[in-house]
């Protein structure tokens, strides 16, 4: 019997396109491009499994055209909406992520914007590299006191239980949360978390809040302009969730008021387009989608869509099936 077709539709770590090229027919993307909707439905039509990515979009124009052969969208990451699940559905797809690999790697570069923004690390580097640095001054640069203050987190699953067990061990901060569905007593008595009952308790209250919650219809703009208002003007935002969980013209305004102090991004509604008048600011730290960028973590989450690979044509149910 002829081994199962999986295309990758980008470059993933060269560990992993070696067990799957010993397992399967592998067909990978040498030069890394991002796949074009044509190139995208080819795959579908060409494939037994299809792996993409957060750059790509798999919606339903795709999916209704595609006539599918592939049986499996096997996503590289956590977050899947990028992919029209209902029209998977219909087309007949399983579709699979990689939960938990990617927890640890994100939740530290949560904490990193969070004190790259109150300790002004990137201006001070700009700083450094523009030879702008004419020496120590008592009144240089001088930021906000993260230790000892209160972190506000939207959404309190994995992601967010990590940066909260962070802030807390690590940096004594007091931890709020909103979370849509309750949380397990024992989970919030470990990290002495408390609940609030909206998502404007939690913005009220908090020094830093960072955004948990996944992408997609249901959280579009759910940092609006009117909630952006909620927050204290010394308050930070931080979000390595998804770009359209806020308006991102409504968080350029805050910050260009300085209606609040100054946020941390890792991503972007439209990425990779960046706007200008976020890069103009100094109060925001950019960073390119880099939450799980590690060598570890980028390898484990190929492993991980090896699994459900794996079990989807040994007949068995993928350990991560999400439709
Ligand atoms: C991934 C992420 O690198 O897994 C996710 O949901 O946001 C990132 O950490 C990227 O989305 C890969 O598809």
Sequence with gaps: MSRPRIVLTR???????????????????????????????????????????????????????AAPRARLLGNFGVGFNHIDVEA?????????????????????????????????????????????WAGWAPTQLLGTRVSG??????????????????????????VLYYNPSAVPAAVTAALNAVACDSIEAVLEAADFVSLHCPGGAATHHLIDAARLARMPAHAYLINTARGDVVDQQALIDA???????????????????????????????????????????????GLRVVANLDAFFAGREPPDRVA
């Design 11 to 65: 470059r993933w770590p060269a560990a992993v396109e070696d067990v799957l090229r010993e397992r399967y027919d592998l067909v990978a993307n040498a030069d890394d491009h991002p796949f074009s909707a044509d190139e995208l439905a080819h795959a579908l039509a060409t494939a037994d499994a299809l792996c993409p990515t957060v750059t790509d979009a798999i919606d339903a124009a795709l999916l209704d055209r």
């Design 88 to 132: 998977a559905r219909r087309a007949g797809l399983v579709v699979t992520n990689t939960p938990g690999v990617l927890t640890d790697c994100t939740a530290d570069l949560a904490v990193m914007l969070m004190l790259m923004v109150a300790r002004r690390a990137g201006a001070g580097e700009r700083m450094v590299r523009d030879d702008a």
């Design 149 to 174: 203050k209160t972190l506000g987190l939207v959404g309190f699953g994995r992601i967010a239980r990590a940066v909260a067990a962070r802030a807390h061990h690590g940096f004594g901060m007091r």
């Design 255 to 301: 910050l260009a008021a300085r209606r609040i102090a100054g946020a941390g991004l890792d991503v972007y509604a439209g990425e990779p387009v960046v706007p200008a008048a976020l890069k103009t600011l100094d109060n925001v730290v950019l960073l390119p989608h880099l939450g799980s960028a590690t060598h570890e973590t980028r390898t484990a989450m």
